[in-house]
């Protein structure tokens, strides 16, 4: 189940990457067209060589959809997060008269200022450190020498 | 076409693509197509089936996206790799290699 604020954030980013995702599909499938059409195939017959060769369009689009919104939702939350406790290690260290409290303060703005350098440190991606258990979906056709040399 | 299909291990799609994006930055059309020549049509990676792998690499942090535009000027997404993506690729091939190797060594001893 979805938290309000995980939603509102997850919706701004709902125009923009169905679009890329398509643009990026839609690049590869005319090109595919292209190469097919400059070999002598008919429009048509290109179109639908260029389909088949790229496999199942759908299926494709919303895996990629939903990798983009979940890797973007993350960095959201976390770039959100890291502002909130900033704010609140700010206040606290200006409200607080009591030493012991402030350094309450000045520790949560270090937590945020060290989340915030970290998620624009190229590859130091959240994700890096989960366990690679998801499969790729890798399909290959492999010919036999022979077969390759006919084609 | 007599084609024999076979799934190769895991992570290898991830490393043919690691090791096409060592040398330049590419398009997911380009990549393809470099696979293709380099295995000399032995090896058929569906074309559909490399982009959910670009896009879980790009989230692991192992490549970076940028659009720019193509040969025919067009508005691609261009693939690169990023520092995290070129020590695994060196990991990885050392990897594959070893794995080779041995699986090699076991095939000529019986």
């Known amino acids: 189940m979805m938290t309000p604020i995980a939603n509102l954030l997850l919706r701004s980013n709902r125009g923009k990457t169905p679009f890329e995702v398509d643009e990026e599909m839609q690049f590869h499938i005319d090109m595919l067209e292209r190469k097919y059409s400059q070999q002598g195939m008919s429009i048509a017959d290109a179109k639908a060589a260029a389909l088949r060769r790229f496999g199942n369009l759908e299926v494709v689009k919303k895996q990629c959809v939903d990798i983009s919104r979940r890797n973007s939702l993350l960095r959201r939350v976390l770039k959100t997060a890291s502002v909130v406790i900033a704010l609140s290690g700010l206040l ?57 040399a006919r084609t | 076409m007599a084609n ?69 000027n067009r508005r691609a997404k261009f693939y690169k790799l990023t520092r995290t993506g070129k020590r695994k690729l060196e990991s990885e091939r050392a990897n594959w290699n070893r794995i080779a190797k041995a699986v090699t060594r076991i095939l000529q001893a019986t």
């Open chain 1, 92 to 148: 606290i260290r200006i409200l607080s008269s009591d030493l012991n409290i402030a350094h309450i303060g000045d520790t949560l703005i270090m937590i945020a200022v060290s989340g915030r350098l970290l998620l624009y440190v190229r590859g130091l991606n959240p994700w890096t450190f989960l366990p690679a258990t998801r499969q790729t979906s890798l399909s290959v056709v492999a010919n036999t020498p022979d077969d390759a």
């Open chain 2, 4 to 72: 024999e299909r076979t799934d190769l291990m895991q992570g290898t799609l991830e490393l043919l693509i690691l090791n096409t994006l060592a040398r330049e930055s590419m398009h997911g059309y380009g990549i393809v197509q470099r696979i293709h020549e380099a295995a000399e049509d032995l090896l058929k990676v569906e074309d559909g089936s490399l982009y959910p792998a670009l896009y879980r690499m790009e989230e692991r942090g192992l490549i970076k996206s940028e659009w720019g535009l193509s040969e025919n």
